[in-house]
C-alpha cells in the first residue's frame, strides 16, 4: 500500500529583496573575517609577531575558506600598526586604561573603533552589533555591555550626522 503524502500548502510568495551592495553569504564572510581578525589580534597581544606570520596562520584556518579573506587581511593591516593611535582614542572613551583591559574587548574595541573610523560605508549600528556579538561569543561574562557603551560613546562622536537618525526599517 502506497503512502499518500499530503498535499503541500502553496508557497507564499517570495518577499521582494532589499537592495544591498553585500549580500547574505557575503555578511557571513564579513562576520567571520571580523572573528578571525579579533582572535589574530587578541594573539598579537599575547604574542607579538610578524603581520604576514599572521596572515598565513589564519588564511590556513578551516573558517577561512567561508571568511572574506580581503577584508581580513584589510583589518589586519588597518588595525595593527595603529594600535597606539586607537588606544589613545580608546583612553578618551572609556574609564579604564587600555593597558589594562581584558585582551577580547581589547581587540574588539581595536575592530569596533576601526570600522567606525575608516569604514563610514558601513552603518555604525552594525559595526557595534558585530563587536558586541564578538565580544559576547568571546570575552568575560558581562564584557559585551562594556563594548556596546564605549563604542556607543565612540559613534556619538565619530558619526554626529548618522547617529542622531532612526534605525532603517
Given at each position: ?6 498535499a ?9 529583496k532589499?537592495?544591498a551592495?553585500?549580500?547574505v ?6 562576520s ?12 598579537l ?12 596562520q ?51 574595541l ?11 560605508e ?17 570575552g568575560?561574562t ?15 562622536e ?11 526599517p
Open positions: 500500500m502506497a503512502v499518500k503524502r499530503p503541500r500548502a502553496k508557497a507564499a510568495p517570495a518577499r521582494p532589499a537592495p551592495a553585500v549580500g553569504a557575503g555578511r557571513r564572510a564579513r567571520l573575517a571580523r572573528r578571525l581578525a579579533v582572535q589574530a589580534l587578541y594573539q597581544q599575547l604574542n607579538p609577531r610578524p603581520l604576514a606570520d599572521l596572515q598565513r589564519f588564511a590556513a584556518d578551516p573558517e577561512s575558506d567561508r571568511a572574506d579573506l580581503d577584508y581580513f587581511t584589510e583589518l589586519i593591516a588597518a588595525i595593527a600598526p595603529q594600535r597606539e593611535t586607537l588606544d589613545a582614542r580608546l583612553a578618551l572613551l572609556c574609564e579604564i586604561p587600555p593597558a589594562e583591559l581584558d585582551p577580547i574587548e581589547h581587540a574588539v581595536w575592530l569596533g573603533l576601526h570600522e567606525l573610523t575608516s569604514c563610514p558601513l552603518p555604525y549600528r552594525v559595526a557595534l552589533a558585530e563587536a558586541v556579538q564578538l565580544a559576547k561569543q568571546f568575560a558581562d564584557g559585551h555591555k562594556f563594548v556596546n557603551a564605549v563604542l556607543d560613546r565612540a559613534a556619538r565619530l558619526r554626529t550626522t548618522e547617529y542622531g537618525q532612526p534605525a532603517a
